[in-house]
């Protein structure tokens, strides 16, 4: 029997990993349909129907259909973990969202936007980019000092969120080797129950 949850994502994505890492971590049954974002599937009308803004992911669970990775990840939380990965409580939900916000912003732009030129060789300088990235993870190294995830002492939405473009920030010519506190809370990520690795993305994809 087919899934009813649907997953549309490109295997190279950031946003795209945190949602299907997220559904392992609460072991839903899922199915990945790619979308090969080099031949711009993720603009064809089909794909249009389901996100007029073009971006992966998307995801399907029964009759509902819903974008935005960060947007997703929340949802599932309601539905499926009942506050298990997302505090109920005013303060502990303030401090969740905040990082979501980071996710959508510095990690965006930063990490995320430095490895994209080089993923796709853009003519682009990732200097910027690679600033924005530093200026993040010296703030999460601080936060990581004094507990073992982003928001305490369990793994919640905002780890989720950042893991994949923290992981992957190398292939974006930002190094990890300064922040060890970051090094490790990777390694507590990837020794949860139901983790799933990102691929390393080949560079050049473009070329």
């Excluded at 950031?14 to 609460?26: I, T």
């Excluded at 000092?145 to 930002?174: I, M, Q, S």
Aim: hydrophobic share 45%.
């Amino acid at each position: 029997m087919t899934p009813s949850i649907q997953l549309y994502r490109s295997a190279i994505s950031g946003h795209c990993h945190r949602v299907e890492l997220f559904l392992s971590l609460l072991g839903l049954p899922f199915e990945t349909i790619d979308v090969d974002l080099l031949q711009k599937e993720h603009k064809a009308p089909a794909f249009l129907t389901m996100n007029p803004l073009g971006q992966v992911p998307v995801l399907r669970d029964g009759d509902l259909t819903l974008s935005d990775s960060n947007a997703i990840l929340v949802y599932l939380e309601a539905r499926y973990a009942a506050g298990q990965w997302l505090p109920r409580d005013p303060v502990g939900a303030a401090r969740v969202q905040r990082w979501l916000s980071l996710a959508a912003g510095p990690l965006a732009f930063g990490p995320s936007a430095a490895r994209v030129v080089q993923l796709f060789r853009l003519p682009t300088d990732p200097t910027d980019a690679i600033t924005r990235a530093e200026g993040l993870f010296r703030f999460m190294e601080a936060e990581l000092g004094h507990a073992p995830f982003l928001v305490g002492e369990r793994a919640t939405l905002a780890d989720v969120a950042h893991y994949a473009y923290v992981a992957r920030a190398p292939e974006g010519l930002v190094s990890l080797q300064p922040y060890p506190a970051i090094r490790a809370w990777l390694q507590r990520i990837e020794a949860l129950q139901g983790f799933v690795p990102m691929i390393k993305s080949p560079i050049g994809l473009a070329a």
